[in-house]
């Protein structure tokens, strides 16, 4: 990928937060929040509400701060220095994540959109003002929604009704209300991608991270990209696919159509035959089908087994 939007937040002490009924323990530094498993490379603030999840939080040093609950305080290594408890970790760690969304600092700061050379976009297309880089010999044809905090990389093609960089659904339930999380992150796509007509890629949750589509990947007609999903390079995503959030998807995958990909990660040269559902890893050169999706080979086998008996 040759273009990035990358942005390093300033550093937030957890005592100046907007707490509210959220007990500090022990004041820390942050620069960026993300999950546990996440590897950000800045110093970082986590939720942590079940203790088989300690163990990210063991093996990465970045992590500095950690909203638990009391019972898990005595186990966090010293490498966290910021420590907060509440009885629901999880909720008040994403309710201070969108109030801080609402603070100057936390999220990326204002740019004026810039468009290069040779660019074809409709006057029908809306791109926003703000925070958009469009490199060379891009076309986007009408009624394509470019938001925020996106990067398109030269001679990429967006077809008619596709949204880029909107929000996810990602949301959190309490005993009273549902709501949403803010998406801060952004969305990158590299030279030479097609995206077909109405399809829909969303931004990231949180500032410091991008939804990212690689060089020469071809997405096709109503596709879904969930926030936080990285497509690697020449991927084939057909008609009506939907990745849910995260899915990593290495270099030279083929997706077939109405495929369902959940959280997982699809091998390189790997397989998903139409209308799958992958709710695990695939390795690297294989082929699955079905729902949920096994190595195609097994389902053939099982099906011919079904049909003799």
Not at 25 to 52: I, R, W, Y
Not at 124 to 135: C, F, R
Not at 202 to 225: Q, S, Y
Not at 231 to 259: H, L, M, Q, W
Request: charged share 20%; aromatic share 8%.
């Amino acid at each position: 990928m040759h273009y990035e939007l990358y942005i390093r937040g300033i550093f937030m002490n957890l005592s100046k937060l907007p707490l509210g009924q959220i007990k500090l323990v022990k004041d820390g530094s942050f620069n960026a929040m993300a999950l546990c498993e996440a590897q950000t490379g800045l110093d970082t603030f986590v939720f942590l509400e079940e203790e088989k999840y300690l163990r990210y939080i063991i093996k990465n040093p970045s992590i500095t701060c950690v909203i638990c609950s009391e019972e898990l305080v005595q186990k966090l290594p010293d490498t966290v220095k910021g420590i907060c408890v509440s009885d629901t970790p999880r909720i008040d760690f994403f309710m201070l994540h969108n109030k801080l969304c609402q603070l100057n600092g936390y999220c990326r700061p204002e740019f004026d959109t810039q468009i290069g050379k040779n660019c074809k976009i409709s006057h029908l297309a809306y791109v926003s003002e703000k925070n958009v880089i469009i490199k060379d010999n891009v076309v986007i044809e009408e009624f394509v929604s470019i938001k925020a905090d996106t990067v398109i990389g030269s001679n990429t093609v967006i077809r008619a009704g596709t949204v880029i960089g909107s929000d996810g659904i990602e949301v959190k339930k309490t005993e009273n209300e549902v709501f949403f999380v803010t998406h801060a992150g952004g969305v990158i796509l590299g030279d030479s991608v097609d995206i077909c007509s109405n399809t829909s890629i969303a931004k990231a949750i949180f500032t410091w991270d991008n939804t990212v589509i690689d060089d020469w990947t071809k997405i096709g007609n109503n596709c879904h990209i969930a926030h936080c999903c990285k497509i690697g390079k020449r991927n084939i995503i057909t008609d009506s696919v939907d990745f849910c959030g995260s899915v990593v998807s290495e270099d030279d995958v083929y997706v077939g159509p109405n495929a369902t990909v959940g959280r997982v990660k699809l091998g390189e040269k790997c397989k998903v035959t139409l209308g799958a559902v992958v709710i695990d890893n695939v390795k690297p050169g294989t082929t699955v089908s079905g729902n949920f999706a096994v190595e195609h080979l097994k389902l053939l086998m099982h099906t011919a087994e079904l049909m003799r008996s």
